[in-house]
């Protein structure tokens, strides 16, 4: 049940995980249409987020912060600083963001060996 405290914080953990693997993937260049889903799907999840209370707090959080997605360095960061805000929030301690580095590695280092070809 997501009103029990250990399933929320569960979901949490694997909610963010998810998340920050998405930015860590998402194209250094991306086009467009590339950006606009990104930031669609940022403001989807936010609003489909299960949990209800942590859902208002994010659409509140996007809207004081709005997506940035004009590369994966900059949505990597931008995933990282409203973590961080999140973090916050809920006092916990800051995340250090030039730590990102292969921190979100999904082991998916061949597809874009494939993207280059
Ligand atoms: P988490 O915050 O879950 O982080 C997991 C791991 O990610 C950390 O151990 C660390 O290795 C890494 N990490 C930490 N900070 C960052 C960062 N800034 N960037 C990249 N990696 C990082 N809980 C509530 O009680 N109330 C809420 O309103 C609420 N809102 C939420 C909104 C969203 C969108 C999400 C995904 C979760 C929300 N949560 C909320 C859950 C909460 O954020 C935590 O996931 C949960 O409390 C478990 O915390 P944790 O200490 O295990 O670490």
């Not at 249409?33 to 208002?56: K, M, N, V």
């Not at 900059?74 to 995340?95: Q, T, Y």
Request: hydrophobic share 30%; aromatic share 12%.
């Amino acid at each position: 049940k997501l009103g029990n405290a250990t399933a929320k914080a569960e979901l949490g953990r694997a909610t963010w995980k998810y998340f920050h693997t998405v930015m860590a993937r998402f194209p250094e260049k991306p086009t467009e249409d590339q950006q606009e889903a990104l930031r669609s799907y940022i403001h989807l999840f936010a609003r489909l987020y299960p949990c209800g209370e942590c859902a208002e707090h994010f659409q509140q959080h996007l809207t004081k912060y709005p997506p940035q997605v004009s590369s994966r360095k900059v949505a990597a960061g931008w995933g990282c600083f409203i973590h961080n805000e999140v973090n916050a929030m809920l006092e916990k301690p800051e995340f250090d963001c030039s730590k990102l580095g292969a921190y979100y590695d999904c082991g998916c280092a061949e597809d874009e060996e494939a993207e280059g070809e």
